[in-house]
């Protein structure tokens, strides 16, 4: 018996395999979207998590699940529980330590602040960040959350129509020439020179003040001969252009809000959201939305859809907080809005965490989101 052991050739797939060394999931245009998705959370549940590698990651589940979901924006707003989470810490504490927390972490002295800064971070393409967020505390743990990979988050070699850039100053630097470092390129006469991530110069044939983020938009659908002296011209567009024109998801906005009110109340969009959600244990189940036997469940088209979700007291703390309510002697959260639901009937644990819930409740309701929808 040979008692050598024989090389094993390797297994070859079959030519129809899927091949799995790539993702395939990468976000393509097929039609124009004209509808938009709004999501809001309070900032009370930063002040919640009690370290800040917590808080961190807290954010950054949430930044994901507004990326996978499509969300076009994100309000948070103030629930009237930060401030007293903060003022008030369970277990025993160290003045000294508190004091030095509060000063130097904003995840605890202002959790609103400390969210909209995590999730302006990610949403910003990553050869645009060093221009935009400096060094911060909020940011020191931020390099170790997951990508959000989100199609304006364009590599270098990567060819888009859209592309997001930052205007930069286009006369040469003299200090830098003497230290023979190569020069920034002259502009042309009535121009902008941005950074678009490109190895390719973009001017935009309008006048902007430098370090200003600007949406462009090329000539051209397909990509140009990369030659290193060869120059891009591109317009300024609106943020929404890529959604409304081609149908990319283009990021989220993100927006403040001092109350639960001003959520509803101080809507970007003309006309307000034409459909609101609101999420408790105590709604009706999701589930039953769109039920053929019941009309009054019946979701009808939007153009602009809201998802509220509550922090650890839920959203009845956040109508007792807010004075505007209080006034019109508003005192239950259902009668805000369009639905009230109930977004995991059952549940086995006493209560949902907000991450959590979000995810929860994009995920029911996009197949609603998408076929009711206006295009």
């Known amino acids: 018996m040979d008692s050598k052991k024989r090389k094993r050739e390797p297994e070859r797939a079959p030519l129809d ?42 954010a950054g589940q949430i930044a994901r699940a507004l990326a996978v979901f499509c969300v076009d924006e994100v309000v948070i707003f103030h629930d009237g529980q930060a401030k007293q989470e903060i003022d008030t810490p369970e277990g025993p504490s160290n003045s000294h330590e508190d004091a030095e927390r509060k000063e130097s972490y904003n995840g605890y002295s202002d959790p609103n602040y400390f969210l909209m800064h995590i999730l302006s971070y990610l949403e910003t393409p990553p050869y645009l960040r060093k221009c935009f967020f400096p060094m911060h505390p909020d940011l020191r743990l931020a390099g170790k959350l997951p990508s959000l990979d989100m199609p304006h988050h364009l590599k270098r070699q990567e060819w888009c129509q859209y592309r997001e850039g930052v205007t930069v100053a286009g006369n040469p630097d003299r200090e830098k020439q003497r230290k023979k470092i190569p020069r920034v390129w002259k502009k042309p006469f009535g121009h902008t020179l941005v950074d678009t991530g490109l190895h ?37 567009v609106a943020p929404s252009s890529p959604r409304i024109e081609s149908g990319y998801y283009w990021g989220y906005d993100i927006r403040s809000a001092s109350s639960l009110s001003a959520v509803l109340t101080e809507c970007p969009f003309d006309g307000g959201y034409d459909i609101t959600f609101g999420t408790s244990e105590r709604g009706i189940p999701l589930s039953t939305l769109n039920d053929p036997n019941s009309e009054e469940r019946s979701v009808p088209e939007f153009s602009h859809m809201m ?69």
Request: charged fraction near 25%; hydrophobic fraction near 40%.
């Open 200 to 236: 390719t110069r973009v001017f935009l044939p309008e006048t902007i003040l430098p370090n200003t983020r600007v949406t462009v938009k090329f000539q051209h659908a397909e990509p140009p001969s990369e030659i290193p002296s060869n120059e891009l011209l591109a317009e300024v």
């Open 307 to 375: 998802i509220v979700f509550g922090g650890v007291a839920g959203l009845e703390v956040a109508v007792k907080a807010d004075k505007e309510l209080e006034k019109l002697n508003v005192k239950k959260p259902e009668t805000m809005f369009d639905y009230w639901l109930d977004i995991c009937p059952g549940q086995g644990s006493r209560t949902i965490r907000t991450e959590e819930a979000v995810w929860l409740g994009l995920m029911g309701l996009k197949d609603i989101v998408q076929k009711k929808g206006r295009k």
């Open 17 to 58: 395999a899927a091949d799995t060394s790539k993702p395939t999931a990468i976000y393509r245009a097929t039609e124009r979207r004209a509808y938009t998705l709004s999501v809001a959370v309070p900032g009370s549940i930063i002040a919640n998590a009690q370290t800040p590698e917590l808080q961190t990651s807290l």
